[in-house]
């Protein structure tokens, strides 16, 4: 348990100063950026990646340095993460594109920011790291292991609230968003192309067409998004019946595990 303790506070110290430090600066640092390299999705990617610095030495003190890619789940199959997730979210793009128009305004920018860059930094750094490093590398199970993050999650995107009701609706989207993303990382064998690319085709969908200007949405928007969480968790579940793996988050593994480590 000793282990476990050392781990935790590596990660949570580890995640406190990204987390302070990019509230705080990061838009600053972009923009400082964004004055010598006149592209906005370059200087909102650089920044990103400086401010994942301290998530990056907290992997190396908590793994092996030669084991760091694998224990971000960035060694897993990437056409595996990204043609399940296109299959997943396949409801979405069908349903917006039948009932929305499509957005007016798109720029690759919006595109670069909200969709790549929110799917794979998003995912990396609460997924992989907080999630993950805790998940795997102690013995918390997948509940303790997820309550942080879920909750930093939902309240980071409080910003796109203007009233009480859509804030707490927001919320509790993001939040519910950030467990399934981990149980599917979890249940994929922590291969991390699968939320990411899950998260950035959700998020895509959402932006192409005419949806709804925040994360909450609305009766039809919410109605697919949903059928596409449906269909994600029925595919993962049957499929690794059909391949005879066993379910990663069960009774055993929901609040303590027995085994630690990769």
């Known amino acids: 348990m000793k282990k476990s303790l050392r781990i935790l506070g590596i990660t949570l110290l580890s995640f406190l100063i990204y987390y302070v430090l990019d ?6 640092v972009r923009e400082w950026f964004y004055g010598i ?35 971000l789940g960035l ?3 990437l056409i595996q993460g990204a043609g399940f997730a296109l299959l997943f979210t396949l409801p979405m793009f069908i349903g917006y594109g039948f009932l929305f128009s499509f957005t007016d305004e798109i720029s690759f920018d919006g595109i670069f920011i909200r969709t790549i860059a929110a799917g794979f ?7 992989a790291f907080l999630f993950g490093m805790i998940y795997r590398f102690t013995k918390f199970g997948f509940l303790p292991s997820i309550i942080i993050g879920a909750l930093l999650f ?5 910003y796109q609230s203007q009233d009480m009701g859509t804030m707490i609706g927001i919320f509790m989207t993001t939040f519910m968003g950030a467990i399934l993303f981990a149980w599917m990382y979890s249940e994929w064998s922590f291969n991390l192309w699968i939320p990411v690319f899950l998260h950035l085709f959700m998020n895509l969908s959402w932006l192409l067409f005419s949806v709804s200007d925040n994360a909450f949405g609305n009766l039809w928007g919410n109605v697919f998004r949903y059928s596409t969480v449906a269909f994600a968790i ?29």
């Open 121 to 127: 930094f998003e995912e990396l750094y609460f997924r």
């Open 23 to 28: 509230e705080r600066y990061f838009y600053h």
């Open 234 to 262: 029925t595919f993962t579940v049957i499929y690794k019946k059909r391949q005879g793996k066993e379910l990663e988050i069960t009774g055993k593994t929901l609040w303590m595990k027995k085994v630690s480590g990769m």
């Open 154 to 158: 939902g309240s980071v995107h409080l």
């Open 37 to 71: 390299i006149p592209q906005l999705s370059v200087a909102h990617f650089i920044a990103y990646v400086l401010f994942g610095i301290p998530l990056f030495i907290g992997t190396v003190l908590i793994t092996k340095p030669e084991q760091s890619i694998d224990s």
């Open 75 to 77: 060694k897993g199959s």
